[in-house]
């Protein structure tokens, strides 16, 4: 008995069960809760690409060989 054969009213009825248990606040701000860590994931994945496409850009930019850059 896997979880593959659970259904829709299997799941409708444990959605009701929560529902009852945790109560419609608790799961609110549980699921508010949810959303802030998606959207402070994203943020984070967003600024680590640009911090990324910055230090490829600025080491395209620089084109001085490595042996002169230690007598600057």
Known sequence: ???GNIGLPGLLLIAVV???????????SLMGEVGKG???????INEGQE???QE??????????EEDKDKV
């Open 1 to 3: 008995m896997g979880l």
């Open 18 to 28: 929560v529902l009852v248990l945790f109560g419609r606040g608790k799961i609110s």
């Open 38 to 44: 998606i959207t402070s994931f994203k943020k984070g």
């Open 51 to 53: 911090e990324l496409e």
């Open 56 to 65: 490829a850009a600025d080491a395209a930019k620089d084109v001085t060989p």
